[in-house]
């Protein structure tokens, strides 16, 4: 699961929120494997602007992820995101597996 | 670096450039460690919809990332893009280094 969140109106206060409180909520998630966070600078060459913080969670497939969500664990990350990202603007989301090619 | 694609107009032509043409291309990239590719479907549960293929570029770290795109590999990998992706709204390209949490 990638996760990009936009730039918050706050960025101090996201910061406290996201790895004091969203980072532990994250890491009881059944089934997380890893678990990145990017660094800044966030460079974007072409495309969406104003990236703030990028998230891979990484599970061993699309169903595993999908059942970490289904826990109450997985309900109080996906309430404590809506918190980060009050609009659904605020955030990207993607789910998918991948393939080393 | 997290390469999303929208949903282009022509998908199999789409699908015949990406692993015929830029595949091959990307995979000369100096100093890629790992190429990841999304499979479908992806579920985007917030924000962006119509993503339709995700790429995922190891590197060494932004720096390596950085001069892989300034050889002639990278330039033609940037130029082929442009094919896949002919308007920046078609991609979102975003360049950071992670550290896992």
Redesign the interface.
């Given at each position: 699961m990638?996760v990009?969140y936009r730039t918050p109106p706050d960025v101090a206060a996201f910061d406290t929120h996201y790895?004091d409180v969203h980072?532990p909520l994250a890491h009881q998630l059944p089934g997380l494997r890893?678990?990145?966070?990017?660094?800044?600078?966030?460079?974007?060459?072409?495309?969406?602007a104003e990236?703030y913080l990028?998230a891979?969670l990484y599970f061993d497939n699309?169903d595993a992820l999908r059942q970490a969500f289904a826990t109450p664990e997985g309900r109080a990350c996906a309430a404590d995101r809506r918190v980060l990202?009050p609009r659904?603007?605020?955030?990207?989301?993607?789910?998918?597996?991948?393939?080393?090619?």
């Open positions: 990638v990009i790895f980072l890893r678990y990145e966070v990017s660094k800044r600078p966030i460079a974007t060459p072409a495309g969406d990236p990028v891979i699309l990202a659904d603007e605020d955030v990207q989301m993607y789910l998918f597996e991948s393939a080393e090619v």
